[in-house]
Protein backbone atom coordinates (compact mmCIF):
# COMPACT_ATOMS: atom_id res chain seq x y z
CA UNK A 1 0.00 0.00 0.00
CA UNK A 2 2.91 2.52 1.18
CA UNK A 3 4.68 1.55 -2.01
CA UNK A 4 5.50 4.73 -4.70
CA UNK A 5 3.02 7.10 -3.01
CA UNK A 6 4.39 10.48 -1.40
CA UNK A 7 4.96 12.20 1.24
CA UNK A 8 1.80 14.20 0.57
CA UNK A 9 -0.40 10.75 0.27
CA UNK A 10 1.66 9.49 3.19
CA UNK A 11 0.66 12.57 5.64
CA UNK A 12 -3.21 12.39 3.89
CA UNK A 13 -3.44 8.79 4.88
CA UNK A 14 -2.11 9.39 8.42
CA UNK A 15 -5.21 12.57 9.02
CA UNK A 16 -7.42 9.85 7.66
CA UNK A 17 -6.95 7.33 10.36
CA UNK A 18 -9.02 7.34 13.49
CA UNK A 19 -7.49 9.18 15.70
CA UNK A 20 -10.03 8.62 18.61
CA UNK A 21 -9.16 5.00 18.45
CA UNK A 22 -5.90 5.87 19.59
CA UNK A 23 -6.87 7.38 22.28
CA UNK A 24 -8.78 4.95 23.55
CA UNK A 25 -6.00 2.33 22.88
CA UNK A 26 -3.99 4.60 25.14
CA UNK A 27 -6.08 4.88 27.87
CA UNK A 28 -6.35 1.34 27.93
CA UNK A 29 -2.38 1.15 27.30
CA UNK A 30 -2.01 3.05 30.78
CA UNK A 31 -4.30 1.12 32.44
CA UNK A 32 -2.59 -1.99 31.39
CA UNK A 33 1.11 -0.45 32.43
CA UNK A 34 -0.55 0.50 36.30
CA UNK A 35 -2.03 -3.30 36.68
CA UNK A 36 1.06 -4.79 35.64
CA UNK A 37 3.29 -2.77 38.05
CA UNK A 38 0.73 -3.49 40.57
CA UNK A 39 0.62 -7.43 39.81
CA UNK A 40 4.39 -7.39 40.16
CA UNK A 41 3.67 -5.74 43.63
CA UNK A 42 1.55 -8.97 44.21
CA UNK A 43 4.22 -11.24 43.72
CA UNK A 44 6.91 -9.32 44.86
CA UNK A 45 4.83 -9.75 48.11
CA UNK A 46 4.41 -13.13 47.69
CA UNK A 47 8.02 -13.69 47.30
CA UNK A 48 8.94 -11.81 49.99
CA UNK A 49 6.65 -14.33 52.52
CA UNK A 50 6.88 -17.67 51.02
CA UNK A 51 9.78 -19.80 50.90
CA UNK A 52 9.92 -20.92 47.07
CA UNK A 53 8.03 -23.98 47.37
CA UNK A 54 5.11 -22.23 48.74
CA UNK A 55 5.29 -19.56 46.03
CA UNK A 56 5.74 -22.61 43.31
CA UNK A 57 2.19 -23.42 44.42
CA UNK A 58 0.39 -20.71 43.91
CA UNK A 59 1.77 -20.60 40.56
CA UNK A 60 1.04 -24.16 40.08
CA UNK A 61 -2.56 -23.59 41.08
CA UNK A 62 -3.05 -20.96 38.71
CA UNK A 63 -1.83 -22.69 35.75
CA UNK A 64 -4.05 -25.79 36.50
CA UNK A 65 -7.02 -23.05 36.64
CA UNK A 66 -5.68 -21.99 33.00
CA UNK A 67 -5.40 -25.19 32.37
CA UNK A 68 -9.38 -26.23 33.04
CA UNK A 69 -10.13 -22.27 31.23
CA UNK A 70 -8.38 -23.65 28.31
CA UNK A 71 -12.00 -23.21 26.07
CA UNK A 72 -13.63 -20.78 28.31
CA UNK A 73 -10.76 -17.71 28.37
CA UNK A 74 -10.53 -17.24 24.44
CA UNK A 75 -14.03 -18.31 24.18
CA UNK A 76 -14.91 -14.76 26.24
CA UNK A 77 -11.90 -12.71 25.34
CA UNK A 78 -12.19 -13.40 21.34
CA UNK A 79 -15.48 -15.11 20.41
CA UNK A 80 -17.70 -12.91 22.45
CA UNK A 81 -15.49 -9.74 21.58
CA UNK A 82 -15.81 -10.49 17.84
CA UNK A 83 -20.07 -10.87 17.83
CA UNK A 84 -20.76 -8.62 19.98
CA UNK A 85 -18.78 -5.69 18.41
CA UNK A 86 -19.85 -7.23 14.74
CA UNK A 87 -24.10 -6.75 16.07
CA UNK A 88 -23.87 -3.41 18.31
CA UNK A 89 -25.71 -1.22 15.44
CA UNK A 90 -28.43 -3.91 15.14
CA UNK A 91 -30.14 -3.92 19.69
CA UNK A 92 -32.12 -7.11 18.07
CA UNK A 93 -28.92 -8.70 16.72
CA UNK A 94 -27.24 -7.76 19.96
CA UNK A 95 -29.65 -9.22 22.20
CA UNK A 96 -29.92 -12.56 20.55
CA UNK A 97 -25.91 -12.67 20.50
CA UNK A 98 -25.60 -11.66 24.18
CA UNK A 99 -28.30 -14.16 25.03
CA UNK A 100 -26.47 -16.99 23.17
CA UNK A 101 -23.25 -16.36 23.88
CA UNK A 102 -23.78 -16.11 27.51
CA UNK A 103 -25.53 -19.23 27.58
CA UNK A 104 -22.78 -20.97 25.56
CA UNK A 105 -19.96 -19.98 28.06
CA UNK A 106 -22.06 -21.38 30.93
CA UNK A 107 -22.58 -24.71 29.06
CA UNK A 108 -19.13 -24.41 28.47
CA UNK A 109 -18.01 -23.71 32.03
CA UNK A 110 -19.96 -26.80 33.27
CA UNK A 111 -18.51 -28.80 30.46
CA UNK A 112 -14.76 -27.99 31.42
CA UNK A 113 -15.75 -28.56 35.10
CA UNK A 114 -17.52 -31.28 34.17
CA UNK A 115 -14.20 -32.91 32.40
CA UNK A 116 -11.66 -31.60 34.94
CA UNK A 117 -12.73 -32.50 38.41
CA UNK A 118 -12.89 -36.19 38.03
CA UNK A 119 -9.55 -36.30 36.27
CA UNK A 120 -8.18 -33.86 38.91
CA UNK A 121 -9.76 -36.04 41.91
CA UNK A 122 -8.21 -39.00 40.53
CA UNK A 123 -4.54 -37.19 40.48
CA UNK A 124 -5.28 -36.21 43.39
CA UNK A 125 -4.84 -32.21 42.27
CA UNK A 126 -8.69 -31.09 43.06
CA UNK A 127 -8.47 -28.32 45.67
CA UNK A 128 -10.96 -25.49 46.13
CA UNK A 129 -8.98 -22.79 45.56
CA UNK A 130 -8.03 -24.41 41.35
CA UNK A 131 -11.84 -24.05 41.16
CA UNK A 132 -12.38 -20.37 42.39
CA UNK A 133 -9.51 -19.80 39.90
CA UNK A 134 -11.28 -21.51 37.11
CA UNK A 135 -14.42 -19.15 38.01
CA UNK A 136 -12.43 -16.41 38.62
CA UNK A 137 -10.65 -16.36 35.09
CA UNK A 138 -13.69 -17.36 33.07
CA UNK A 139 -15.84 -14.42 34.84
CA UNK A 140 -12.48 -12.08 34.11
CA UNK A 141 -12.22 -12.88 30.41
CA UNK A 142 -16.04 -13.13 29.65
CA UNK A 143 -16.20 -9.44 31.04
CA UNK A 144 -13.15 -8.46 29.33
CA UNK A 145 -15.19 -9.89 25.68
CA UNK A 146 -18.12 -7.77 26.33
CA UNK A 147 -16.74 -4.69 27.16
CA UNK A 148 -13.99 -5.07 24.03
CA UNK A 149 -17.29 -5.76 21.75
CA UNK A 150 -18.87 -2.74 23.09
CA UNK A 151 -15.01 -0.53 22.79
CA UNK A 152 -15.33 0.08 26.12
CA UNK A 153 -12.21 0.95 26.84
CA UNK A 154 -12.80 2.60 30.09
CA UNK A 155 -13.87 -0.54 31.51
CA UNK A 156 -11.59 -2.50 29.88
CA UNK A 157 -8.95 -0.66 32.06
CA UNK A 158 -10.88 -0.45 35.01
CA UNK A 159 -11.34 -4.19 35.72
CA UNK A 160 -7.62 -4.67 34.97
CA UNK A 161 -6.31 -2.10 37.31
CA UNK A 162 -8.89 -2.69 39.76
CA UNK A 163 -8.39 -6.53 40.00
CA UNK A 164 -4.46 -6.30 40.54
CA UNK A 165 -5.07 -3.36 42.98
CA UNK A 166 -7.26 -5.52 44.87
CA UNK A 167 -5.09 -8.69 44.98
CA UNK A 168 -2.09 -6.07 45.82
CA UNK A 169 -4.29 -4.53 48.80
CA UNK A 170 -5.75 -8.13 49.98
CA UNK A 171 -2.60 -9.63 50.09
CA UNK A 172 -0.62 -6.96 51.86
CA UNK A 173 -3.73 -6.83 54.35
CA UNK A 174 -3.72 -10.22 55.11
CA UNK A 175 0.54 -10.38 55.43
CA UNK A 176 0.47 -7.26 57.67
CA UNK A 177 -1.73 -8.05 59.63
CA UNK A 178 -2.01 -11.58 60.39
CA UNK A 179 0.62 -14.62 59.72
CA UNK A 180 -2.67 -16.14 57.62
CA UNK A 181 -1.07 -16.07 54.56
CA UNK A 182 -0.86 -19.57 52.49
CA UNK A 183 -0.56 -20.33 49.54
CA UNK A 184 -4.08 -21.10 49.11
CA UNK A 185 -5.14 -18.05 50.52
CA UNK A 186 -2.88 -16.28 48.23
CA UNK A 187 -4.34 -18.20 44.93
CA UNK A 188 -8.50 -17.73 46.40
CA UNK A 189 -7.60 -13.67 46.31
CA UNK A 190 -6.18 -13.77 43.22
CA UNK A 191 -8.96 -15.76 41.71
CA UNK A 192 -11.66 -13.44 43.86
CA UNK A 193 -9.98 -10.38 43.10
CA UNK A 194 -12.02 -10.24 39.94
CA UNK A 195 -15.59 -10.31 41.27
CA UNK A 196 -16.30 -7.30 43.48
CA UNK A 197 -14.55 -5.07 40.37
CA UNK A 198 -16.73 -6.34 38.00
CA UNK A 199 -19.83 -5.96 39.97
CA UNK A 200 -19.01 -2.59 40.75
CA UNK A 201 -18.35 -1.56 37.42
CA UNK A 202 -21.65 -3.34 36.48
CA UNK A 203 -23.77 -1.43 39.12
CA UNK A 204 -22.12 1.93 38.41
CA UNK A 205 -21.21 1.87 34.47
CA UNK A 206 -22.67 -0.93 33.07
CA UNK A 207 -22.90 -2.85 29.94
CA UNK A 208 -25.70 -2.82 27.83
CA UNK A 209 -26.46 -6.83 28.61
CA UNK A 210 -30.02 -7.04 27.63
CA UNK A 211 -31.21 -11.16 27.27
CA UNK A 212 -33.79 -13.07 26.71
CA UNK A 213 -34.89 -16.76 26.47
CA UNK A 214 -36.84 -16.55 23.14
CA UNK A 215 -33.84 -15.17 21.37
CA UNK A 216 -32.05 -18.65 21.96
CA UNK A 217 -31.23 -20.50 19.03
CA UNK A 218 -29.64 -23.30 17.60
CA UNK A 219 -28.65 -22.12 14.64
CA UNK A 220 -26.58 -19.35 16.60
CA UNK A 221 -25.34 -21.69 18.73
CA UNK A 222 -23.86 -23.74 16.50
CA UNK A 223 -22.12 -20.56 14.59
CA UNK A 224 -20.68 -20.25 18.16
CA UNK A 225 -19.15 -23.61 18.18
CA UNK A 226 -18.08 -23.65 14.31
CA UNK A 227 -16.57 -20.21 14.60
CA UNK A 228 -14.64 -21.16 18.66
CA UNK A 229 -12.52 -24.20 16.89
CA UNK A 230 -9.80 -22.83 15.51
CA UNK A 231 -9.97 -19.93 17.78
CA UNK A 232 -8.95 -23.26 20.68
CA UNK A 233 -6.91 -24.88 18.50
CA UNK A 234 -4.97 -21.22 18.04
CA UNK A 235 -4.92 -20.52 21.97
CA UNK A 236 -3.47 -23.80 22.77
CA UNK A 237 -0.53 -23.59 19.68
CA UNK A 238 0.34 -19.68 21.74
CA UNK A 239 0.53 -21.48 24.83
CA UNK A 240 2.58 -24.35 23.64
CA UNK A 241 5.04 -20.99 21.53
CA UNK A 242 5.44 -19.35 24.91
CA UNK A 243 6.23 -22.57 27.07
CA UNK A 244 8.64 -24.13 24.75
CA UNK A 245 11.48 -22.17 25.35
CA UNK A 246 11.31 -22.29 29.15
CA UNK A 247 10.72 -25.90 28.81
CA UNK A 248 13.40 -26.53 27.19
CA UNK A 249 15.97 -24.06 29.26
CA UNK A 250 14.47 -26.08 32.41
CA UNK A 251 15.01 -29.56 30.63
CA UNK A 252 18.58 -28.48 29.79
CA UNK A 253 19.56 -27.08 33.58
CA UNK A 254 20.29 -23.84 32.37
CA UNK A 255 18.62 -21.97 35.18
CA UNK A 256 20.91 -19.09 35.42
CA UNK A 257 19.71 -19.01 31.34
CA UNK A 258 16.10 -19.33 32.00
CA UNK A 259 16.34 -16.12 34.62
CA UNK A 260 17.77 -14.16 31.96
CA UNK A 261 15.44 -15.37 29.69
CA UNK A 262 12.50 -14.54 32.50
CA UNK A 263 13.67 -10.76 32.94
CA UNK A 264 13.84 -10.14 29.27
CA UNK A 265 10.52 -11.51 29.05
CA UNK A 266 9.60 -9.04 31.74
CA UNK A 267 11.48 -5.71 30.12
CA UNK A 268 10.04 -6.38 26.65
CA UNK A 269 6.12 -6.10 28.33
CA UNK A 270 6.01 -2.05 27.22
CA UNK A 271 5.96 -3.64 23.38
CA UNK A 272 3.58 -5.62 24.84
CA UNK A 273 1.13 -2.61 26.32
CA UNK A 274 1.06 -1.03 23.18
CA UNK A 275 -0.36 -3.50 21.13
CA UNK A 276 -2.24 -5.44 23.40
CA UNK A 277 -4.29 -2.75 24.10
CA UNK A 278 -4.95 -1.37 20.54
CA UNK A 279 -5.71 -4.88 19.36
CA UNK A 280 -7.91 -5.04 22.34
CA UNK A 281 -9.95 -2.17 20.54
CA UNK A 282 -9.27 -2.93 17.01
CA UNK A 283 -11.27 -6.19 17.00
CA UNK A 284 -14.30 -4.46 17.77
CA UNK A 285 -13.76 -1.56 15.51
CA UNK A 286 -12.89 -3.96 12.26
CA UNK A 287 -16.10 -5.91 12.87
CA UNK A 288 -17.80 -2.94 12.54
CA UNK A 289 -16.25 -1.98 9.02
CA UNK A 290 -17.59 -2.69 5.70
CA UNK A 291 -15.64 -5.77 4.21
CA UNK A 292 -14.18 -3.70 1.34
CA UNK A 293 -12.51 -1.25 4.12
CA UNK A 294 -11.17 -3.92 6.99
CA UNK A 295 -7.80 -4.28 4.35
CA UNK A 296 -7.36 -0.45 4.28
CA UNK A 297 -7.82 -0.27 8.17
CA UNK A 298 -5.34 -2.79 8.83
CA UNK A 299 -2.96 -1.39 7.27
CA UNK A 300 -3.47 1.96 8.22
CA UNK A 301 -3.03 0.69 12.07
CA UNK A 302 -0.45 -1.32 11.45
CA UNK A 303 1.39 1.28 10.04
CA UNK A 304 0.77 3.12 13.49
CA UNK A 305 1.24 0.33 15.55
CA UNK A 306 4.71 -0.25 13.77
CA UNK A 307 5.80 3.55 14.32
CA UNK A 308 4.83 3.46 17.83
CA UNK A 309 6.89 0.08 18.86
CA UNK A 310 9.90 2.05 16.81
CA UNK A 311 10.18 4.79 19.00
CA UNK A 312 9.74 2.35 22.16
CA UNK A 313 12.64 0.09 20.19
CA UNK A 314 14.79 3.36 20.03
CA UNK A 315 14.70 3.79 23.51
CA UNK A 316 15.13 0.06 25.09
CA UNK A 317 18.18 -0.61 22.98
CA UNK A 318 19.51 3.14 24.70
CA UNK A 319 18.87 2.07 27.88
CA UNK A 320 18.41 -2.11 28.07
CA UNK A 321 22.01 -3.10 29.21
CA UNK A 322 22.30 -0.46 31.67
CA UNK A 323 19.02 -0.97 33.74
CA UNK A 324 19.91 -4.62 33.63
CA UNK A 325 23.52 -4.07 34.95
CA UNK A 326 22.47 -1.43 36.98
CA UNK A 327 19.19 -2.28 38.78
CA UNK A 328 19.68 -6.38 38.75
CA UNK A 329 23.21 -6.97 38.50
CA UNK A 330 25.92 -8.12 36.32
CA UNK A 331 24.80 -11.82 36.74
CA UNK A 332 21.05 -10.86 34.57
CA UNK A 333 23.47 -9.69 31.72
CA UNK A 334 23.87 -12.42 29.98
CA UNK A 335 24.30 -12.01 26.03
CA UNK A 336 22.52 -9.03 25.50
CA UNK A 337 21.33 -10.29 22.15
CA UNK A 338 19.32 -12.35 24.30
CA UNK A 339 17.35 -8.96 25.28
CA UNK A 340 17.69 -7.86 21.53
CA UNK A 341 16.07 -10.51 20.05
CA UNK A 342 13.61 -11.23 22.46
CA UNK A 343 12.53 -7.60 22.01
CA UNK A 344 12.36 -8.07 18.35
CA UNK A 345 10.37 -11.16 18.79
CA UNK A 346 7.79 -8.82 20.98
CA UNK A 347 7.40 -6.37 18.58
CA UNK A 348 6.36 -8.92 15.51
CA UNK A 349 3.92 -10.80 18.33
CA UNK A 350 2.43 -7.72 18.60
CA UNK A 351 1.94 -7.41 14.82
CA UNK A 352 0.69 -10.85 14.55
CA UNK A 353 -2.14 -9.80 17.62
CA UNK A 354 -3.21 -6.85 15.88
CA UNK A 355 -3.40 -8.86 12.46
CA UNK A 356 -5.24 -11.86 14.94
CA UNK A 357 -7.46 -9.50 16.20
CA UNK A 358 -8.03 -8.11 12.29
CA UNK A 359 -8.71 -12.05 11.26
CA UNK A 360 -10.76 -12.67 14.29
CA UNK A 361 -13.08 -9.80 13.64
CA UNK A 362 -13.31 -10.48 9.91
CA UNK A 363 -14.23 -14.02 10.38
CA UNK A 364 -10.84 -15.70 8.81
CA UNK A 365 -10.21 -17.50 12.14
CA UNK A 366 -8.43 -20.95 10.41
CA UNK A 367 -6.33 -18.95 8.80
CA UNK A 368 -5.20 -17.43 12.17
CA UNK A 369 -5.42 -20.68 13.62
CA UNK A 370 -3.30 -22.20 10.90
CA UNK A 371 -0.43 -19.24 11.68
CA UNK A 372 0.15 -20.15 15.26
CA UNK A 373 0.51 -23.68 14.46
CA UNK A 374 2.69 -23.23 11.86
CA UNK A 375 4.74 -20.77 14.70
CA UNK A 376 4.50 -23.37 17.46
CA UNK A 377 6.52 -25.77 14.84
CA UNK A 378 9.36 -23.24 14.25
CA UNK A 379 9.97 -22.13 17.81
CA UNK A 380 9.87 -26.01 18.91
CA UNK A 381 12.24 -26.62 15.74
CA UNK A 382 14.89 -24.06 16.44
CA UNK A 383 14.32 -24.17 20.60
CA UNK A 384 15.24 -27.71 20.16
CA UNK A 385 18.53 -26.97 17.87
CA UNK A 386 19.90 -24.07 19.68
CA UNK A 387 18.61 -24.13 23.24
CA UNK A 388 21.55 -26.54 23.95
CA UNK A 389 24.42 -24.71 22.27
CA UNK A 390 22.95 -21.05 22.88
CA UNK A 391 21.00 -21.29 26.07
CA UNK A 392 19.15 -17.93 26.50
CA UNK A 393 20.24 -16.61 23.01
CA UNK A 394 18.93 -19.89 21.25
CA UNK A 395 15.31 -19.23 23.17
CA UNK A 396 15.22 -16.13 21.85
CA UNK A 397 15.98 -16.62 18.77
CA UNK A 398 13.86 -19.40 18.66
CA UNK A 399 11.12 -16.76 19.45
CA UNK A 400 11.90 -14.89 17.57
CA UNK A 401 11.50 -17.40 14.27
CA UNK A 402 8.21 -18.28 15.27
CA UNK A 403 7.15 -15.06 15.15
CA UNK A 404 8.48 -14.60 12.07
CA UNK A 405 7.46 -17.90 10.71
CA UNK A 406 3.32 -16.08 11.37
CA UNK A 407 3.94 -12.65 9.76
CA UNK A 408 5.52 -14.56 6.82
CA UNK A 409 2.78 -17.13 6.17
CA UNK A 410 0.19 -14.37 6.55
CA UNK A 411 2.12 -11.85 4.43
CA UNK A 412 1.99 -14.99 1.77
CA UNK A 413 -1.66 -15.31 2.66
CA UNK A 414 -2.62 -12.10 1.61
CA UNK A 415 -0.31 -12.03 -1.31
CA UNK A 416 -2.50 -15.17 -2.69
CA UNK A 417 -6.19 -13.39 -1.46
CA UNK A 418 -5.37 -10.04 -3.41
CA UNK A 419 -7.37 -11.33 -6.52
CA UNK A 420 -10.10 -12.49 -3.71
CA UNK A 421 -12.64 -10.64 -2.42
CA UNK A 422 -11.18 -7.94 0.37
CA UNK A 423 -10.41 -9.37 4.26
CA UNK A 424 -13.72 -10.85 5.08
CA UNK A 425 -15.80 -10.49 2.53
CA UNK A 426 -17.09 -13.86 1.92
CA UNK A 427 -18.62 -13.84 5.71
Not at 66 to 88: D, E, K, M, N, W
Not at 185 to 206: G, H, K, T
Request: some cysteine; glycine content about 8%.
Amino acid sequence: MWGGVGLGKLKQQFRQFDWSFIRGSTLLSVGTALGRLLAMGFWLILARVFVPADYGAVQYAITIGGLIAVATQPFGQYVLARYVGSARANCQQLRAVITNGLFFLTALALLSLGLAIPILAALRQLTFEVLLLFAGLTLYYGYWGLATGFTASGQLTAVYVGSNLLQLVMVFIVFWFSDALTPALAAAIYALSYVPVIVALQARWPLPLALSRSDLRLDMLGDLARFSWPIWVSHISYMLYTAIPILLLEYHLFLDALGVFSLANTLTAAFTIINHSIATLFLSRISQAPAGQRRLLLLRTLAVVALLNAVILAGYLLLVQWVVIGLFGVAYAGDLGTYVFLALATIAGGIQLLITAALIGSGNVWLEASARMLQCLVVGVVAWWLVPQQAALGAAIAALAGALAALAFYSLAGIYQRSEPPLGARM
